[in-house]
């Protein structure tokens, strides 16, 4: 069965990086889209960044230039590098796959991990 298991999650100062992995089991990962999402407390949860099978991919306009979406095939992991985090930033950040990358709406993923958490002060 399709397993996702986030870590990397964290305390930092604003300013401050973070890098969060994503292992994944039990499906062709080299083939599928993979997603980094995250909720707020209080609030919905949204598309951070996701990457096809390519290497291709696409942030949301809250995250350009600062955060980073790849994969390594080679050890079914998905990493999302943070920089220059801000207080906003602060979230549970989760990791999704689906087979095609033409959506970052969190309802059209399917599998989901159990998420990191991060925190920005």
């Known amino acids: 069965h399709v397993q996702l298991v986030e870590s990397g999650g964290g305390s930092v100062q604003a300013g401050g990086s973070l890098r969060l992995s994503c292992a994944a089991s039990g499906y062709t990962f080299s083939s599928d889209c993979m997603g980094w999402f995250r909720q707020a407390s209080g609030k919905e949860r949204e598309g951070v960044a996701v990457i096809d099978s390519d290497g291709n991919a696409v942030y949301a306009d809250s995250v350009k230039g600062r955060f980073t979406i790849s994969k390594d095939n080679a050890k079914n992991t998905v990493y999302l590098q943070m920089n220059n985090l801000k207080a906003e930033d602060t979230a549970m950040y989760y990791c999704?796959?689906?087979?095609?990358?033409?959506?970052?709406?969190?309802?059209?993923?399917?599998?989901w991990g159990q998420g990191t958490q991060v925190t920005v002060s």
């Open positions: 999704a796959t689906r087979h095609y990358c033409t959506t970052m709406s969190p309802a059209a993923f399917v599998y």
